[in-house]
């Protein structure tokens, strides 16, 4: 059974930092391609920022770039969204994805998908 498990999620003042982290269970994870995206209310999913499977080469949408650090542990199965100076803007359910042949921009793109985790920022 293919599982993946945001937490880290909560609130945040502006500024400040969160970690979320997201365990996958079921996936040859160490090839897997991990991607972040979220989704605010009354709007679509939006991607945040995606990694390779070798952690060699991250993508970060321009509104995160410079502020968010996607990373992973592949002996841990952790894939981890490092969130510094979060901006009220940034409030959102966060939810990790997995896909064996995409890390894009794309959530068409992953098959794999967690329940997310929700992120309030306050100013």
């Known amino acids: 059974q293919v599982q993946l498990v945001e937490s880290g999620g909560g609130l945040v003042q502006a500024g400040g930092s969160l970690r979320l982290s997201c365990t996958v269970s079921?996936?040859?994870?160490?090839?897997?391609?991990m991607g972040w995206f979220r989704q605010a209310p009354g709007k679509e999913r939006r991607f945040v920022a995606s990694?390779?499977?070798?952690?060699?080469?991250?993508y970060y949408a321009d509104s995160v770039r410079g502020r968010f650090t996607i990373s992973r542990d592949n002996a841990k199965n952790t894939v981890y969204l490092q969130m510094s100076s979060p901006k009220p803007e940034d409030t959102a359910i966060y939810s990790c994805?997995?896909?064996?042949?995409?890390?894009?921009?794309?959530?068409?793109?992953?098959?794999?998908w967690g329940q997310g985790t929700q992120v309030t920022v306050s100013s």
């Open positions: 994805s997995a896909s064996y042949y995409s890390s894009g921009s794309d959530a068409g793109e992953y098959d794999y």
């Open positions: 079921g996936l040859n994870f160490r090839n897997c391609h």
């Open positions: 990694i390779h499977w070798s952690g060699g080469t991250t």
